[in-house]
Structures are given as structure tokens and as C-alpha cells.
């Protein structure tokens, strides 16, 4: 959840090169060269170097899977990149191929199909056989196969070993879908999602932003916005705040609701286990409504019955939505909820990284408001019990601020206001509030 987090400047790595030019070109003196002599040496080496050239680079083609390189990407800079995938370009030559390629810098959300041209192929660096070598670190019970490890890493599978991610990674490698048309926005995909073998030849897929229902072309979303009658998520609207209404859809109730909106999501959350049995959940759906209808923004899911006091399974939101506070206001309504049950909440782990970001400056921001208002001392019960936030979540957090000491057998709080005004400035601002008093919600078991 959040923005694309893309680095502003990356430039480890990275080199900005001259487009490639061919031998000839970039002689244009005189043929007698300086003074009259002549240059026999030099007319004779640049085109022996540059058919050499041509023929080395040839020698290389088509690349393959597993090939390290230099790529230019979209800041005008080259990037070290890994081959994922390539495929052959349609009317090209036998050896004219795209290569589906990972920024080895940045995360999988920024995997993408590129032209041979972006390519510096005198960067190309030998292919090494990863099966060999995964072989070779499983036997070192090192530092270094841990650091290993951790280069490998993907932010949100913290709970899958190292074949079951490479299992993951193999089946997700390549997005499937480039794009879609949500409403007025056409977004850029993130990553891989199952939809039925019938789109698998779909680049763009379009979407009805009220129902859900995709479809393959564009005159197909036009003749459906036709009958579609829904003009809000098929629900119970449980909040509305000025242009901000929030819907509680069963999955149950709204199956193939459910289902879309858990497709939708999976492109654009890796750590995503997409649920075909969405009857166990509900989803809160945040729209921004105006004359035409209520238009999604976000939402968040949860467990009907969570034996582990999960109080959200997955949260988004939507791309063109990001940066407006809309995440935190998400993580915000979910606790409200909680309090509205008389439990106290934690969201489902693995979090994805931007999720995990999100409810540390949550978490950071609601507990120390309350320890610099708080006169006197404070148990980390009472503030769970204040907070609906779970003793564990509190006790992490206030031991990564470094606020929290062991003394004499029991955890004591040391909340000093100038340091407490520092974290809380480094967590900047708590996002869009939720007014509880516009809340009107009965809890799912007073439901049924």
C-alpha cells in the first residue's frame, strides 16, 4: 500500500552511455589526416573493430534468460537489469526478440517488457546457472548465504522458505496484464494476477468501477455501463463524511464481487494469496462519490471469524488514490472497528512493504500522541486497551523508537517530550480522520 516508492535519483549502478554509433561515424577529419601524412593504421583498424563488434554482438543474440545487463530506463539512465523472459517480436527477424526485464535495483513492481535497443549489450555479463549455484550456497551455513538470501529477498513473503519463493517468483515472473481502465484512469499494472486462461492473450483489461466486471475491449465496458444499474459497491454504505463513503460488502452476499476485487488487487500487491472462497470475508470499500456515483478508491479486507485477532487480511490503495492519506485512513477506520467490537486488532502478516511502512508511522502516531498528553505513568495494557492496537504491535514499535527499557522484570516506558516530538515529526502526518461519530456499524457477529 502507498506510492511506487521509486528512487528519485538512483544512481548506484547506474551510468549514463552515448547512443551507439557505427565506426565510420564518428570519424570526420580529413583522410589524409594531420599535415598531409596519411592514415592508413587508422582507416584500417575502424572497420576491422567495428565488424568485430558487430559480429561479437550478434554471437549474443537472442539473449538469454538469466542474462545480466545494463538497461535505460525511464529517467534517461542505465540500470542493471536481470532477463526474466523474452519473447519473439511479431513480423520481426529470427533473432529479433523483447526481453522482460527486473531492475535489480528497485522492486518487482517496476518489471517490464523492453526493446533490444534499450539494451547496453557491452555490459552483457556471463549467465550463470542458478541451479548450480543455489546448490553450491545451500551448502555454506554462512553469513554469506544469508546475505544471500537477503539480496533474493521480496518484501511480504517472510513467511515462505527459499524454494517456495522461488516457486512463487517462477509463477508470478511476468505481468500478465500491462493495464486497465478503472473509471476515468488508465493505471499501470505492478504485478502478476491469475485471471481465467481466457485473458491470457489480454494486455489491457477494462473494468467497470462500480460491479468490477473486466472485460477484454473497450466497446465491451461501454455496452455493459449501459445495464449496469450500480452506481456505489453492492453493500451497506457504514460511513459517509462529506465526498467520503465507506461500503461493507459480504463475500458471501457479493461472490463474484469478491472475486474481481481480489484480481483487481493482486495487480498491484506481490505479497498477495488471492482467496477463490471469499464467503469468509468482508470488504470495505472507500469511494470518493460524487454526482456520477461512488468511485473506489481503496478498500480493506478482514476475516469474519479471525482466531488470531487479525483486524485486516489485505489493504490497497489504488494507484491514482496515493499520496491523499487514503492508506492511513484505511488502517485508521480498521482499528475503529475494533473498538467498536471491544477487541483489540493487528493486521495479517506478512505485510507488504509499503503496508508495513504505513502501520509503523500509524502506530508511531497514535501512541505517542497519547504518551505526550499522558500525565503520569502509563501500561502498555492500558494502551491497548486505549488504542485497540495489540500489546505485541505496541511493544515493537516503542522498542524500535528506543522508548521502552527492561527494568527489575517488566517493560517501563521512557517517554521524554523532546524525543517524543522528534519521532513524531519523522512520522509525519496522520492522513484523513475518521469521524466516529459519523461510524454506523453493527458488528458482524450482532449481525448475524
Same mark, same amino acid.
Given at each position: 500500500?502507498?506510492?511506487?516508492?521509486?528512487?528519485?535519483?538512483?544512481?548506484?549502478?547506474?551510468?549514463?552511455?552515448?547512443?551507439?554509433?557505427?565506426?565510420?561515424?564518428?570519424?570526420?577529419?580529413?583522410?589524409?589526416?594531420?599535415?598531409?601524412?596519411?592514415?592508413?593504421?587508422?582507416?584500417?583498424?575502424?572497420?576491422?573493430?567495428?565488424?568485430?563488434?558487430?559480429?561479437?554482438?550478434?554471437?549474443?543474440?537472442?539473449?538469454?534468460?538469466?542474462?545480466?545487463?545494463?538497461?535505460?530506463?525511464?529517467?534517461?539512465?542505465?540500470?542493471?537489469?536481470?532477463?526474466?523472459?523474452?519473447?519473439?517480436?511479431?513480423?520481426?527477424?529470427?533473432?529479433?526478440?523483447?526481453?522482460?526485464?527486473?531492475?535489480?535495483?528497485?522492486?518487482?513492481?517496476?518489471?517490464?517488457?523492453?526493446?533490444?535497443?534499450?539494451?547496453?549489450?557491452?555490459?552483457?555479463? &556471463?549467465?550463470?546457472?542458478?541451479?548450480?549455484?543455489?546448490?553450491?550456497?545451500?551448502?555454506?551455513?554462512?553469513?554469506?548465504?544469508?546475505?544471500?538470501?537477503?539480496?533474493?529477498?521480496?518484501?511480504?513473503?517472510?513467511?515462505?522458505?527459499?524454494?517456495?519463493?522461488?516457486?512463487?517468483?517462477?509463477?508470478?515472473?511476468?505481468?500478465?496484464?500491462?493495464?486497465?481502465? %478503472?473509471?476515468?484512469?488508465?493505471?499501470?499494472?505492478?504485478?502478476?494476477?491469475?485471471?481465467?486462461?481466457?485473458?491470457?492473450?489480454?494486455?489491457?483489461?477494462?473494468?467497470?468501477?462500480?460491479?468490477?466486471?473486466?472485460?477484454?475491449?473497450?466497446? !465491451?465496458?461501454?455496452?455493459?455501463?449501459?445495464?449496469?444499474?450500480?452506481?456505489?459497491?453492492?453493500?451497506?454504505?457504514?460511513?459517509?463524511?462529506?465526498?467520503?463513503?465507506?461500503?461493507?460488502?459480504?463475500?458471501?452476499?457479493?461472490?463474484?464481487?469478491?472475486?474481481?476485487?481480489?484480481?483487481?488487487?493482486?495487480?498491484?500487491?506481490?505479497?498477495?494469496?488471492?482467496?477463490?472462497?471469499?464467503?469468509?470475508? %468482508?470488504?470495505?470499500?472507500?469511494?470518493? $462519490?460524487?454526482?456520477?456515483?461512488?468511485?473506489?478508491?481503496?478498500?480493506?479486507?478482514?476475516?469474519?471469524?479471525?482466531?488470531?485477532?487479525?483486524?485486516?487480511?489485505?489493504?490497497?490503495?489504488?494507484?491514482?488514490? !496515493?499520496?491523499?492519506?487514503?492508506?492511513?485512513?484505511?488502517?485508521?477506520?480498521?482499528?475503529?472497528?475494533?473498538?467498536?467490537?471491544?477487541?483489540?486488532?493487528?493486521?495479517?502478516?506478512?505485510?507488504?512493504?509499503?503496508?508495513?511502512?504505513?502501520?509503523?508511522?500509524?502506530?508511531?502516531?497514535?501512541?505517542?500522541?497519547?504518551?505526550?498528553?499522558?500525565?503520569?505513568?502509563?501500561?502498555?495494557?492500558?494502551?491497548?486497551?486505549?488504542?485497540?492496537?495489540?500489546?505485541?504491535?505496541?511493544?515493537?514499535?516503542?522498542?524500535?523508537?528506543?522508548?521502552?527499557?527492561?527494568?527489575?522484570? !517488566?517493560?517501563?516506558? $521512557?517517554?521524554?517530550?523532546?524525543?517524543?516530538?522528534?519521532?513524531?515529526?519523522?512520522?509525519?502526518?496522520?492522513?484523513?480522520?475518521?469521524?466516529?461519530?459519523?461510524?454506523?456499524? &453493527?458488528?458482524?457477529?450482532? !449481525?448475524?
Amino acid at each position: 500500500m502507498g506510492s511506487i516508492d521509486t528512487p528519485k535519483n538512483p544512481e548506484n549502478g547506474s551510468r549514463t552511455l552515448p547512443p551507439a554509433t557505427d565506426a565510420y561515424a564518428t570519424y570526420d577529419g580529413d583522410k589524409n589526416g594531420i599535415d598531409g601524412m596519411p592514415t592508413r593504421a587508422t582507416e584500417m583498424t575502424l572497420p576491422v573493430e567495428s565488424e568485430a563488434i558487430k559480429k561479437r554482438r550478434a554471437s549474443m543474440l537472442p539473449l538469454e534468460v538469466g542474462t545480466r545487463v545494463l538497461c535505460r530506463w525511464r529517467d534517461c539512465k542505465y540500470h542493471p537489469v536481470k532477463v526474466i523472459e523474452r519473447r519473439k517480436v511479431q513480423f520481426g527477424g529470427s533473432n529479433e526478440y523483447e526481453y522482460y526485464v527486473h531492475y535489480t535495483e528497485f522492486n518487482r513492481r517496476l518489471d517490464e517488457w523492453v526493446k533490444l535497443e534499450q539494451l547496453d549489450l557491452d555490459s552483457v555479463e &556471463t549467465v550463470v546457472d542458478e541451479k548450480v549455484e543455489d546448490k553450491v550456497t545451500s551448502l555454506k551455513m554462512t553469513r554469506h548465504q544469508k546475505r544471500k538470501i537477503d539480496e533474493t529477498h521480496v518484501e511480504g513473503h517472510e513467511e515462505l522458505d527459499a524454494a517456495s519463493l522461488r516457486e512463487h517468483e517462477e509463477f508470478t515472473k511476468v505481468k500478465n496484464i500491462a493495464t486497465i481502465e %478503472l473509471g476515468r484512469y488508465e493505471i499501470e499494472t505492478w504485478y502478476f494476477s491469475p485471471f481465467p486462461p481466457e485473458y491470457n492473450d489480454c494486455l489491457r483489461l477494462y473494468f467497470c468501477e462500480f460491479c468490477l466486471n473486466f472485460m477484454k475491449r473497450k466497446e !465491451q465496458l461501454q455496452r455493459h455501463m449501459k445495464k449496469c444499474d450500480l452506481k456505489h459497491p453492492p453493500g451497506d454504505e457504514i460511513y459517509r463524511s462529506g465526498t467520503l463513503s465507506m461500503f461493507e460488502v459480504d463475500g458471501k452476499k457479493n461472490k463474484v464481487y469478491g472475486q474481481n476485487l481480489c484480481y483487481l488487487a493482486k495487480l498491484f500487491l506481490d505479497h498477495k494469496t488471492l482467496y477463490y472462497d471469499v464467503d469468509l470475508f %468482508l470488504f470495505y470499500i472507500l469511494c470518493e $462519490c460524487d454526482d456520477r456515483g461512488c468511485h473506489m478508491v481503496g478498500y480493506f479486507s478482514k476475516e469474519k471469524h479471525s482466531e488470531e485477532s487479525y483486524n485486516l487480511a489485505c489493504i490497497l490503495t489504488l494507484p491514482p488514490y !496515493q499520496r491523499k492519506g487514503y492508506g492511513k485512513f484505511l488502517i485508521a477506520f480498521s482499528y475503529e472497528l475494533s473498538k467498536k467490537e471491544s477487541k483489540v486488532g493487528t493486521p495479517e502478516r506478512p505485510l507488504s512493504d509499503l503496508g508495513l511502512l504505513s502501520y509503523r508511522g500509524y502506530w508511531t502516531r497514535v501512541l505517542l500522541d497519547i504518551l505526550k498528553r499522558h500525565k503520569g505513568n502509563i501500561s502498555i495494557k492500558e494502551l491497548s486497551d486505549m488504542t485497540a492496537i495489540k500489546a505485541e504491535d505496541i511493544l515493537t514499535t516503542l522498542q524500535t523508537l528506543e522508548l521502552i527499557q527492561y527494568r527489575k522484570g !517488566q517493560h517501563v516506558i $521512557c517517554a521524554d517530550p523532546k524525543v517524543l516530538d522528534r519521532h513524531l515529526k519523522a512520522a509525519g502526518r496522520g492522513g484523513l480522520e475518521v469521524d466516529v461519530s459519523k461510524l454506523i456499524w &453493527t458488528p458482524y457477529k450482532e !449481525q448475524g
